[in-house]
Each structure stands twice: as C-alpha cells, then as structure tokens.
C-alpha cells in the first residue's frame, strides 16, 4: 500500500530552527508537497521538490532524497506565526496526491 | 497567485437536507478540480478528481449518489452533499489546477458543514 509517516506533533522555541521529517512509499513518485495549514483554514503551498536536494525558499527550506523515499522540511528563525500543521504530500505514478496526517508545530516563546 | 473561491465558508444544515458548495477558480481556468474532506484532527482525504465536461471520478469508499459532482465550465465545479445527515458535519475543500502541472494546487477556503 501507499504510506506517508510524518510526526504527529513537534514543539519549537521562537527564533530557533526546526525540522519537520517525512518518509513515504508510493506506487511511483512525480514530485513531494510540502503544506502548511493554519487550524480551520485550507492549506497553503510551501514548496515541491521532484529532484534529490535542497530547495531554499526564505526562511523555509525542503529538502528530498528519492532513494530513501524522505524528504523533511526545515523552518528557520521561528516566529509565532509558524505555529500550524504541516502536511507532507506525494504525487505517484497516476498524479494522484497521497497525503501524510501532518505535523502539528508548536511554538513557544 | 492564482484564486480559488469556495462558498459558502459556513453551512448549517438540517439534517435530511441537501447542501450545495461551490468552488471557482477567478482567474484561471481550471481543467482538473479536486474535492476533499477532512475531518477534526485529520489529514486531508480526497474524495473526487473532476475535469470540465466529464463525469467526476470517486475514490473507493466515497458514495457518489450522496456527494454530486458538477464541473460545467472550466471556472465552476459544485458538490452537492444529498440527504446530509450527521457523520456528514466536515470541512470540505476543494482544490484547483489550471492544467499543465505547475506543482502547485490552489486551494479554497473550505467550507464547514454542520448537520444538526
């Protein structure tokens, strides 16, 4: 079957550096979504990588290795705002996305 | 960025009743057009794929007699939950691509759906 595992929860301080994991097992791979959404809204894009390495966006950054089937997605100089979940997605081999059960981040000051 | 536009944002129904929620894309024209639901606490789950013109596509588990899928024109698709009951009460958003993949879906606002 097709598996996305991310960690149910993590917590952060302020201002500090955080990375948010995902591994996954898909019937092929067209590319991986990163997904921030804040609680009771729709989620908003972060990010998309279909080629092993890091892709710099701000102070977010994703990174992917297909041969481990793991990507993480790292957020710098935390602020309060970045509280949120954030949903790890693979697109396989019928463009169709699979979803992880997100990361719920918590920052405290 | 491209905009999607869903409403209404808040629904109560009765229960027994049939709700209509519509998605547009304003300024794009959106070929594909996903619906998804997501429960309290809960990843998103996608519940039907529809392209303009064409019947929607149904993932397994989803009952296409309750949740009516239309996708008229390339800037309109609308999901009918009919005879909502209960367990029906969700968030439901529905996404947009303009075709051609760009990496990127556009997502409503959702809508959340009470059934009382």
């Known amino acids: 079957g097709q598996n996305i595992d991310q960690p149910t929860e993590m917590t952060a301080t302020e201002g500090a550096i955080v990375q948010i994991n995902c591994t996954y097992q898909t019937s092929g791979f067209n590319g991986l979504f990163w997904y921030q959404q804040h609680a009771g809204e729709a989620p908003t894009f972060l990010s998309y990588?279909?080629l092993d390495g890091l892709e710099e966006k701000g102070r977010f950054s994703s990174f992917l290795s297909r041969s481990k089937g793991y990507s993480y997605l790292l957020l710098k100089e935390l602020q309060m705002k970045d509280s949120a979940s954030y949903l790890c997605?693979?697109?396989?081999?019928?463009?169709?996305?699979?979803w992880g059960a997100g990361t719920k981040l918590i920052i405290k000051p | 960025g491209a905009v999607v536009s869903q409403h209404p944002s808040w629904v109560i129904c009765k229960s027994g009743t049939s709700v209509k929620i519509e998605c547009r894309s304003l300024?794009?024209?959106?070929?594909?057009m996903f619906w998804y639901r997501q429960f309290p606490k809960q990843s998103l789950m996608l519940m039907a794929t529809s392209n303009e013109g064409s019947k929607a596509t149904y993932e397994q588990g989803v009952e296409k007699d309750k949740f009516l899928i239309n996708h008229a024109s390339l800037t309109l698709s609308t999901l009918t939950v009919t005879s909502a009951h209960p367990e029906d009460s969700s968030f439901y958003i529905c996404?947009?691509?303009?075709?051609?993949?760009?990496?990127?879906?556009?997502f409503g606002e959702g809508s959340r759906l009470t059934v009382l």
């Open positions: 996404s947009a691509t303009g075709g051609g993949f760009t990496g990127e879906l556009f």
């Open positions: 300024d794009f024209q959106a070929t594909t």
């Open positions: 997605a693979v697109m396989d081999s019928n463009y169709q996305l699979i």
């Open positions: 990588n279909v």
